[in-house]
């Protein structure tokens, strides 16, 4: 996710609508790395932060196990997040399946959203600074 001042903390422009989310890939070395880390550290799910440099160089910040991330599909909806999650805590560990194999088997964050018509939801896209679920930093 990028802001428009390349600011350090996004969360205020989040907040303002003014955020632009986009999928990149992770590169090799990284997502290895990640990998080893999680193995290591006995995690098997969690939302990585990570920062990119000017030059291109991923700084690992953190793993939050319990972190959030569906509200990105929101503005990435091919990202396909809730299919994915869904998908995971499913899974037959034993049955050595793909996630990306079983993923359709469930509707998409959008699909969702349009399925339960009467539930409050938190559309960052839409919202207004206002929001009451929203932190705004002075």
Known sequence: MRTPAN???????AAINNLDVQIIATPAEV???LIAFAEAAGICFGSADFAVDRRGQWWFLEI?????????????P???LLQKFCAFLTANEDAGEL??????????????????????????RTATADA?????EP
Not at 7 to 13: G, H, I, N, P, T
Not at 64 to 76: A, D, I, K, P, T
Not at 132 to 136: G, N
């Open 78 to 80: 091919q990202a396909a």
């Open 7 to 13: 600011s350090l903390d996004w969360r205020y422009d």
């Open 99 to 124: 996630l990306q194999d079983r993923q359709e088997l469930f509707p998409s964050y959008l699909d969702y959203d349009r399925a339960h018509p009467n539930r409050e939801t938190m559309d960052f």
């Open 132 to 136: 009451p679920f929203k932190s705004v």
């Open 31 to 33: 997502k290895d790395g």
């Open 64 to 76: 939050n196990e319990q972190g959030q991330f569906l509200w990105l599909e929101q503005y990435s």
